[in-house]
Nanobody, 119 residues
Framework: QVQLVESGGGLVQAGGSLRLSCAAS????????MGWFRQAPGKQRELVAT???????DYADSVKGRFIISLDNAKNTVSLQMNSLKPEDTAVYYC?????????????WGQGTQVTVSS
């Protein structure tokens, strides 16, 4: 079984920064892609950013230029540096991984970490 543990959420003023981290553990052969999604109250979960094991990245238009995603393949850890935060960034942020494990490729979700940006 693969587990994802997120850290780094919290309360920050608009214009500030936070760094989220997510460590995958368990039977992991290799990472295909890891990323972050978020869900605000009353809204659908949306993709924020993804990164492949080869370093290819993709960002939502709303965070492009403000957020940076990175992956430490050796530690199976993905991070999201969030800069110039806005109140509309307030959401629960979920880590996602798609990786090769004992049973084959599978997707996993973290428990979620709250990010609150005050105006």
């Amino acid at each position: 079984q693969v587990q994802l543990v997120e850290s780094g959420g919290g309360l920050v003023q608009a214009g500030g920064s936070l760094r989220l981290s997510c460590a995958a553990s368990g039977s992991i052969f290799s990472i295909n892609v890891m990323g972050w999604f978020r869900q605000a109250p009353g809204k659908q979960r949306e993709l924020v950013a993804t990164i492949t094991s080869g370093g290819s990245t993709d960002y939502a238009d709303s965070v492009k230029g403000r957020f940076i995603i990175s992956l430490d393949n050796a530690k199976n850890t993905v991070s999201l540096q969030m800069n110039s935060l806005k109140p509309e960034d307030t959401a629960v942020y979920y880590c996602y991984s798609n990786l090769r494990s004992r049973g084959g490729s599978l997707g996993s979700w973290g428990q979620g970490t709250q990010v609150t940006v005050s105006s």
